[in-house]
């Protein structure tokens, strides 16, 4: 082995190395990112979902607010995190977030979506409680 042979070869791999291991940390941090969203826009969902059930219940401001609460706790490096919700059979919350600038000025953006049907769960039990009758009487 000729001296200095490792300094060279250390010179040449360390740049790459680096590359592996930033990358490595923007994919942890655009991962994180993703799954704290997905979990938010679907309890903010469920939460408007569960306000079709009072008599005056206004599901898209719940939705609206539960996923601006969600929506506040910070993300590393990401910025013009935007809102939606859209109510019908049923409540869809809905997160835009531009991420972090990683090398060159690429600029990765994040969707994620979450719905949840509009059940009330009056109806719903007397539907189970009825076809739980018809079911007992069929067998008896």
């Known amino acids: 082995m ?3 042979s490792m300094t060279i070869e250390a010179a040449l791999l360390m740049p790459l190395l680096l ?3 930033m990358i490595t940390l923007y994919l942890f941090f655009y991962v994180h990112n993703k799954v704290w969203l997905t979990a ?9 979902s569960m306000e079709t059930a009072r008599p005056e219940g ?21 910025k013009n995190l935007k809102l939606q919700v859209s109510e019908g059979k049923k409540v869809q919350v809905t997160y835009d977030l531009d991420m972090f600038s ?29 076809l739980s009758e018809v079911s007992n009487k069929l067998k008896g």
């Not at 509009?118 to 539907?127: A, D, L, Q, S, Y």
């Open 2 to 4: 000729k001296k200095g």
């Open 19 to 21: 590359l592996v291991v």
């Open 40 to 48: 938010a826009a679907y309890e903010a969902a469920l939460d408007g």
């Open 58 to 78: 206004k599901s898209r401001d719940k939705a609206l607010k539960k996923g601006k609460e969600l929506g506040n706790t910070g993300f590393y490096e990401s």
């Open 102 to 130: 990683v090398y060159g000025g690429f600029n990765s953006h994040l969707q994620v979506k979450g719905s949840v049907k509009v059940i009330k769960p009056v109806t719903w039990i007397r539907k189970v409680k009825g």
